[in-house]
């Protein structure tokens, strides 16, 4: 959605009208349930914390500076939503293997779905602030200023914990065999 259009539908919005949070809600579910997801791997928890990030947007889009990016804001909720349930869990723990039946998919599909299986293992042993660099750089395809925005520090920062968030992947995939270093 181009910036004047998000910002007449945040404006509608803090008039009262449903459906352009409607409309906005459509537009930002699915990448807040996937950066969710990637910062807690589990669904039904990515679930729970998409749900609870709308509920915080729809609570206090009046107090929103139509004036900035609405996608940061959103995505600042989600990502301390998800902060929050991790801190509930008091640790990270990586995802359980799932059984899969390989009779049924091609061999590249099962591969496709091990090795995205060993990657999300490796970002659930990153802490959480590396965990939200990658999450937004790579499965969000934020910049360096816009995860700056959304995750309010200085683009030397991000780049420094990306830097160091992707050395820790590359070794735990190495560790695993996924590639070599």
């Given at each position: 959605?181009?910036?004047?259009?998000?910002?007449?539908?945040?404006m509608?919005?803090?008039?009262?009208?449903?459906?352009?949070?409607?409309?906005?809600?459509r537009q930002?579910?699915?990448?807040?349930?996937?950066?969710?997801?990637?910062?807690?791997?589990?669904?039904?928890?990515?679930?729970?914390?998409?749900?609870?990030?709308?509920?915080?947007?729809?609570?206090?889009?009046?107090?929103?500076?139509?004036?900035?990016?609405?996608?940061?804001?959103?995505?600042?909720?989600?990502?301390?939503?998800?902060?929050?349930?991790?801190?509930?869990?008091?640790?990270?723990?990586?995802?359980?293997?799932?059984?899969?039946?390989?009779?049924?998919?091609?061999?590249?599909?099962?591969?496709?779905?091990?090795?995205?299986?060993?990657?999300?293992?490796?970002l659930?042993?990153?802490?959480?602030?590396?965990?939200?660099?990658?999450?937004?750089?790579?499965?969000?395809?934020?910049?360096y200023?816009?995860?700056?925005?959304?995750?309010?520090?200085?683009?030397?920062?991000?780049?420094?914990?990306?830097?160091?968030?992707?050395?820790?992947?590359?070794?735990?995939?190495?560790?695993?065999?996924?590639?070599?270093?």
């Amino acid at each position: 959605m181009d910036r004047d259009l998000e910002t007449k539908m945040v404006m509608a919005c803090q008039k009262g009208d449903r459906k352009a949070l409607d409309t906005l809600v459509r537009q930002l579910e699915k990448p807040v349930y996937n950066a969710a997801f990637r910062m807690l791997g589990n669904p039904d928890e990515a679930a729970d914390v998409t749900q609870a990030t709308f509920v915080k947007v729809f609570e206090n889009i009046q107090r929103f500076d139509p004036g900035r990016r609405l996608f940061s804001w959103t995505y600042r909720i989600a990502l301390n939503e998800s902060i929050d349930q991790l801190r509930r869990r008091k640790r990270t723990q990586p995802l359980a293997d799932t059984p899969r039946s390989s009779s049924d998919v091609p061999q590249d599909n099962v591969e496709s779905s091990q090795l995205r299986d060993e990657v999300q293992a490796a970002l659930m042993t990153l802490n959480e602030e590396q965990r939200a660099v990658i999450t937004l750089r790579y499965f969000s395809e934020c910049n360096y200023r816009d995860i700056g925005a959304i995750l309010r520090l200085p683009e030397k920062t991000v780049k420094s914990r990306l830097f160091e968030a992707r050395r820790k992947m590359r070794d735990k995939l190495c560790q695993h065999g996924v590639f070599s270093s």
